[in-house]
């Protein structure tokens, strides 16, 4: 009676898991840059609580591993002139005030007290030299492959970072279209610059249910 009801249990772990994935992608799906998260499952062998006498095994189905999908989203035009988005692979750097590096799809970016470029966070959006990007002038125009330029002044190139196929596996989400770089991940060069749209967000349009439900 014990090892039936741990098999049942150990069937029921898997669907909790990807409850709480779908949950998490239905409350993200307004959120700009947002990736969606998708559950992955193996069967286990276990011959131990064996059902099957003449197999002499049993198979369960258990939690591979909880993976984003890099997919692109579809633009929104907004007319916000601090709204950023990325045409094809890659991330913002942005920077919070303890010096911590993140990196995100979100462009929602607006322009503080200081006049810096921050997210909703107040974490700053970084250049290729890695400094924070700062406006200083009256006219702002940011063309396609993200150069900043302030009254008709090139005055930075706004930073873009992408990573392998490892790296990407790799790579930590934290929520809210945040996402962290462990030590093991190097960032690589980007083999093409990539497209940087002016007055666009990057929206989620996937389905939020993953590949289990259509």
Known sequence: MIKGLYTSAAGMLPRIVQQDSIANNLANTTTTGYKKGEVFLRSLIDATYALDHAA???RTTGPEDLRIDYLQGTFDRTGTPFDLALNGPGFFRVRDTAGNQYYTRNGRF?????????NGSGMFLMDTR?????????????????TV???????????????DAQGYLGLQSLG????????AVNEILPGLIRPCFRDFLKIQTQNPFGPWLT
């Open 130 to 146: 890695n400094n924070p990007v700062r406006i200083e002038g009256n006219t702002v125009a940011i063309m396609g492959d993200g």
């Open 110 to 118: 607006y322009l503080n007290a200081d006049r810096y470029l921050v």
């Open 56 to 58: 002499g095994r049993e």
């Open 176 to 183: 809210q279209g945040l996402f962290r770089k462990p030590a």
């Open 149 to 163: 330029r302030v009254d008709d002044i090139r005055t930075a190139q706004i930073g873009m970072a992408d990573f």
